[in-house]
């Protein structure tokens, strides 16, 4: 089971910094900016720069807790001045819902920054994004569709990449990926970063067709690009796990995990561990990953309600825990991830019946995902279709003839 969205979330633009000079630079910039508000207080637009400089460190670095802190500028900014006039703030503002995965709310204030701007172009991608994550593929299609492509190659490219792959069209949302990867060495050699990020996108779409051998191409020329770049480090590490080199795995996880403290990297090392028969090493991992996830939601947080039940399903094999989360998590957004979670987590717990009525959605885009189609052939096969689960099962086996591997729940 892959995680919420297909391919990495956009959070913004592809505008990230790298990990050693351009975060230092940042950083630079965040005590100049954190002095100027601590002598003028009231400037909301000092604010907006401490909350964009924030999310640029959380793409460097995957630390959540600038999310966190970007969050709190923002609000401080925009109580100072409403959008009306303070778009920027608005912007950021969509930016961090995006990131928090409150979609419903992230589509709110892309509509509403969409009224207030004269050029819509920004507005419209952000707009899509919220709309993509929620399961509106149609309505994300139409919103970026808007948006002129030439000069906004970087922007769009990835988004109608994203868009193909649900649909099914695996070649061309390869390309569109290999279109931005290109416009980025172009047009942006400065900010090497940028072409790590799309390498790391163009390896995890070869991974999950089988194309183990391209993937492994693209992660090292992304860390090349940004070295210990923490994308980088973890996809590469669930390849090397999939190619069975549990070793080199289970040190690029732990060199990760030293840099990034993620519930989702905890999980994927625990993961590890029990791929490769090794139950009493998997289970630390798994209790501090579950004790993060926990955390947050404690939190009210619900970044990890996806990641949870996945986990509750397949990690620790209790998936009437995963049932209410997976429930919740398909309240909020509708998209082919969500049904395929309750699903599977359905099934686990005995509940076929059901769980096959949502196999019909999870599968209605026509997505090459190897595990939701993997999924739909059991279910089907469970509930008594045997030729029709067998019939799925093959279609997940030429999607990625090597779906049965070491995976990331993503």
Known sequence: M?????????????????????????????ESLES?????????????????????????TGLLLHLTIASEAVEKSLKLANPEFNRGGLAMRTRIELGSHRFAEA???????????????????????ALFNLGDYADAERAWSQVPPAGNELAIEPRLSQLDWVQGNAPRARQHLENALQSAEKNAPEFPEVAAWCHVQIGELAFKLGDWEAAESHYKDALVKQPDYYAGLDHLAELKGAEGKIDEAIALYTHLIERVERPEFWQALGDLYLFAGKADEARPWHDRALAGYLASVKRGEILYLHHLAGFYSDSINQPEEA??????????????????A???????????????????????????????????????????????????????LEANPRYNTFHVHR
């Open 2 to 30: 892959r995680r919420v969205l297909v391919l990495l979330p956009l959070i913004v633009t592809l505008a990230v910094v790298r990990a050693g000079t351009q975060a230092a630079r940042t950083r630079e910039t965040l």
């Open 323 to 340: 049932i209410p989360l997976a429930r919740r998590d398909l309240t909020l957004r509708h998209g082919i991830q969500a049904y395929d």
């Open 342 to 396: 309750l699903a599977w987590a359905l099934y686990k717990a005995g509940k076929k019946e059901e769980a096959l009525e949502l196999t019909a959605k999870a599968l209605a885009t026509g997505a090459p995902e190897a595990h939701i189609l993997y999924h739909a052939g059991m279910i089907r096969m469970g509930c008594g279709d045997v030729p029709g689960g067998r019939a799925t099962l093959q279609r997940a």
């Open 36 to 60: 100027r508000v601590k002598a003028v207080p009231d400037d909301f637009i000092a604010w907006n720069k401490i909350a964009d400089a924030h999310l640029r460190l959380l793409s460097s």
């Open 107 to 129: 589509r709110q204030s892309a509509e509403q920054l969409r009224r207030l701007m004269q050029d819509e172009t920004y507005a419209l991608q952000l707009l899509g994004d």
